[in-house]
């Protein structure tokens, strides 16, 4: 099997974590390398919350670079509300094994893209896009070079999570969003109207639970982490699971629908700041992005069951 070479772009993060163990433990994809950025919780935790979700699940070969600390231009935002003070939910965390493998994210993002075949490493973005926008901005050439851009942010349909019109990762770094949507690069968006789709259900919880093992625990205890503060804050009984979606879009394409589109973040506003006019009246051929707007919520978590089963 050709494993799907990629690097994901994180802050670690209750729902990054579940997704990190997905892409860790999944045959099909090639973990080339994890850049982290200040997002829900600042840089210096989240670069230690996927250090640690490396350990726990035995992939210490796979390099973690720490990234951005902060927007572009925005001041630090973080949302550590829905993912507890240290960002890894009822975890407590600890100081891993294995040190940084880099402090220069960028640098990092831009040297392995450079260094395989055009075409043939895939991004996941997890986080605000703060580190790829600084990448593009400094080779250019990247945004061209990189296979798909998975990314998890915006809303259009659904509305917004941290404000009317925004998602959170747009939200907290709008002028990188903007940015990486205007590089050329092959963007695949996962917003809201397709993360809310993916449910984690009392019976989905319990299945990832019954799994065993490290790695599954750490995703079934985030998985509880998120129903009970979903439930407090906003009174959802199921909470929708973000950044996953972009590993099992990587991994199962059949269980997303997308269209094509042009992306557009609003910049100039604090009204809308963060907001994702997604275009659909496009031509197909030409659309520069494509915008999830269906997940298959049972399809996601059979997959994230049945690869941390196998893993186990
Ligand atoms: C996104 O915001 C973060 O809090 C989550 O980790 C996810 O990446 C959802 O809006
Ligand atoms: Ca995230």
């Avoid at 996927?50 to 210490?60: C, D, F, P, Y």
């Avoid at 949302?79 to 640098?107: K, M, S, T």
């Amino acid at each position: 099997m050709r494993k799907q070479a990629l690097i994901i772009d994180c802050d670690p993060g209750v729902d990054d974590a579940v997704g990190l163990q997905l892409a860790l433990a999944a045959p099909e994809l090639e973990v080339l390398a994890i850049t982290t950025v200040g997002g829900n919780v600042p840089v210096a935790k989240t670069s230690r919350n996927a250090r640690i979700v490396r350990q726990v699940a035995g992939r210490e070969d796979v390099p973690v670079f720490a990234g951005a600390a902060r927007p572009l231009v925005r001041a630090p935002a973080g949302a550590g509300e829905f993912h507890g003070a240290e960002g890894l939910g009822d975890i407590r965390p600890f100081e891993p094994d294995a040190p940084l493998d880099g402090d220069d994210a960028v640098e990092a993002i831009i040297d392995i893209v450079r260094s395989r075949p055009a075409g043939s490493v895939a991004a996941a973005v997890m986080g605000p896009m703060t580190n790829l926008a600084l990448a593009i901005r400094k080779a250019p050439d990247i945004a061209g070079r990189l296979g798909p851009v998975a990314v998890m942010g915006g809303a259009r349909a659904e509305g917004g999570n941290i404000t009317a019109s925004a998602e959170f990762n747009v939200w907290a770094d709008p002028d990188a969003a903007a940015e990486v949507f205007h590089s050329g690069a092959k963007v695949v968006a996962f917003g809201l109207d397709a993360t809310h789709q993916v449910r984690a259900t009392e019976e989905r919880i319990a299945r990832i639970e019954a799994i065993g093992g490290a790695a599954a625990a750490m995703a079934a205890s985030t998985l509880r982490f998120s129903q009970r503060i979903e439930r407090e804050i906003v009174g959802w009984d199921a909470a929708p699971l973000h950044d996953p979606c972009t590993v099992a879009w990587l991994m199962r394409p059949e269980l997303f629908r997308l269209r094509p589109c042009r992306i557009e973040v609003e910049t100039g506003s604090d009204l809308t700041r963060g907001h994702t006019a997604v275009e659909f009246r496009v031509d197909a051929a030409e659309a520069p992005h494509l915008w999830a707007v269906a997940a298959d919520g049972e399809g996601v978590f059979d997959l994230i069951a049945e690869t941390l089963k196998a893993a186990a």
